[in-house]
């Protein structure tokens, strides 16, 4: 069974830093791109940013460009996502997402993340 | 790549067929995907034009079209169908997804 557990939400103050992490298994981590999606209270979905099976290639979402750092450790089968300067804007779930390609066949429960002072 | 969702929420009772649309401002051939999600859930893969054949999804659960204009139809809602539906363009980098569709029962 696929599972993909989040971690490092919580609470932070505008301008500062907060790092998310993503435990997966179930599945040949190595073998898939991997994404984070993140989801505003009561809003839609967003795409933030994705990286490819080897971490050769990643993409950001215009909103967090520049600010977030996605990452992957396929040692450890593990997902990150380095959150910079971050803005009450950025308040959200953010879902750790195994990618097929740019299909995002399975998700994680999400994490919420709260900025604010 | 923006995507237009109709409608935004559909009232529909357990027994019926209901269709949502999803349009692009530009051509993204079969490149379209939908997700359900639940009150407090992730969101779940239910179909992709590129790929129609999902395993663990109800055959009740169909798409259709290419270029701009797609649809999901849900024969015979059951109901733990009632959610929100969102398409995803996955043609290229930003994927975007669509605003939404929330199918209530009547």
């Known amino acids: 069974e696929v599972q993909l557990v989040e971690s490092g939400g919580g609470l932070v103050q505008p301008g500062r830093s907060l790092r998310l992490s993503c435990e997966a298994s179930?599945?040949?981590?190595?073998?898939?791109?991997m994404h984070w999606v993140r989801q505003r209270p009561g809003e839609g979905l967003e795409w933030v940013s994705g990286v490819s099976w080897d971490g050769s290639k990643t993409g950001y979402g215009d909103s967090v460009k520049g600010r977030f750092t996605i990452s992957r450790d396929n040692a450890k089968n593990a997902l990150f996502l380095q959150m910079d300067s971050l803005r009450p804007e950025d308040t959200a779930f953010y879902f750790c997402?195994?990618?097929?390609?740019?299909?995002?066949?399975?998700w994680g429960q999400g994490i919420l993340v709260t900025v604010s002072s | 790549i923006q995507l237009t969702q109709s409608p935004s929420f559909l009232s529909a009772s357990v027994g019926d067929t209901v269709t949502i649309s999803c349009r692009a401002s530009?051509?993204?051939?079969?490149?379209l995907a939908w997700y359900q999600q639940k009150p407090g859930k992730a969101p779940k893969l239910v179909f992709d034009?590129?790929?129609p054949l999902q395993r663990g999804v109800p055959s009740r659960f169909s798409g259709r079209g290419s270029g701009t204009e797609f649809t999901l139809t849900i024969t015979s809602l059951q109901p733990e169908d009632f959610a929100s539906y969102y398409c995803q363009q996955h043609s290229i980098y930003p994927v975007t997804f669509g605003p939404g569709t929330t199918v209530e029962i009547k």
């Open positions: 530009q051509g993204i051939s079969y490149y």
């Open positions: 034009a590129a790929s």
């Open positions: 179930g599945f040949i981590f190595g073998d898939n791109d």
């Open positions: 997402v195994r990618g097929q390609s740019k299909v995002f066949v399975s």
